[in-house]
């Protein structure tokens, strides 16, 4: 399987015009930007309400930006856009960039409530604290592990055949195995994120077994 991926993404940095902007956008401008720092309302506030909502109101919204993002960082890393201007200056464009390459994330969520900040077995607690800071910078749409996005809650239910063996032995289902595999683990010893701990795992099991709430 591991073997089957690798060279599903090699055939596609092989497969030129489409993922050529892509290649030329560095993914982990991390260090600069870490990503639970990230948020809708950090570049709003720095880029989108200051050079874009005149023109395009829609982008006030998280869901609108976050479903053209792709898009935006395009148009905005070629100076296309904002339109009529010389362009957005580079610490701009990098702080669009990383957040843009973490899956757009709305971020921010951490509350003053401890309660809101224990993690709970659904997919609110878990997507805001373990897929989004541990996972999600590569598994989005535009990613480097694009073939399984795990930024959106009904991503993860199509998938969930594959991923969970259908619910039936959670303990040996796939997702687990990944997560805490010793020797290759998810997220990569290679990549800047630590690896899942074992609380981290135990509430995925939990949320598995009751129905992904
Ligand atoms: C002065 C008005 C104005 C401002 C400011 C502006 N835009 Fe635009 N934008 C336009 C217009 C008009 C178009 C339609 C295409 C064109 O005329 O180039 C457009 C098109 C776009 C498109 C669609 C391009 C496509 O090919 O589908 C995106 C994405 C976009 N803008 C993003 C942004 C972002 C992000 C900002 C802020 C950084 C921004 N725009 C600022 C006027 C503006
Ligand atoms: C630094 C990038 C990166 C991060 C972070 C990351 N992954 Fe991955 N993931 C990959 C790549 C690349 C592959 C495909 C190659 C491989 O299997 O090693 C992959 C594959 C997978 C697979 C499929 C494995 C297979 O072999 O089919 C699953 C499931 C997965 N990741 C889950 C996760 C989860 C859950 C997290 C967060 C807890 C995570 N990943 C974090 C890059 C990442």
Redesign the pocket.
């Known amino acids: 399987m591991k073997h089957l991926y690798l060279i599903f993404i090699l055939l596609q940095i092989g497969c030129g015009n489409k993922t050529e902007l892509k290649e030329e956008i560095p993914k982990f401008a991390l260090n600069r930007f870490p990503i639970e720092e990230l948020s809708f309302d950090k570049v709003s506030a720095s ?2 309400e ?7 109101p829609g ?1 006030s919204d998280y869901q609108t930006v976050k479903k ?1 993002a792709q ?2 960082l ?3 890393l070629t100076d ?6 010389p362009g ?1 200056d580079e610490d701009l464009k990098s702080l ?1 960039n990383a957040w843009v390459s973490a899956g757009a994330p709305l971020g921010g969520g951490d509350t003053d409530n401890e309660e809101d900040n224990e993690l709970k077995p659904t997919w609110d607690s878990l997507s805001r604290k373990v897929f989004f800071p541990k996972c999600v910078s590569c598994h989005n749409a535009n990613g480097q592990a694009n073939f399984l996005e795990l930024d959106d809650r009904q991503d993860f239910f199509d998938n969930r055949d594959y991923l969970l063996n259908n619910f039936e032995d959670v303990e040996n289902s796939y997702l687990i195995e990944v997560i805490s595999d010793p020797d290759e683990p998810m997220p990569p010893f290679w990549s800047p994120f630590t690896q899942l701990n074992e609380t981290e795992i135990a509430t995925i099991k939990e949320w598995i077994e009751k129905g992904l709430p």
């Open positions: 880029i989108f200051k050079s874009c909502t005149q023109c395009h982008y053209d898009k935006i395009e148009q905005v296309r856009m904002p339109k009529n201007s957005l669009l």
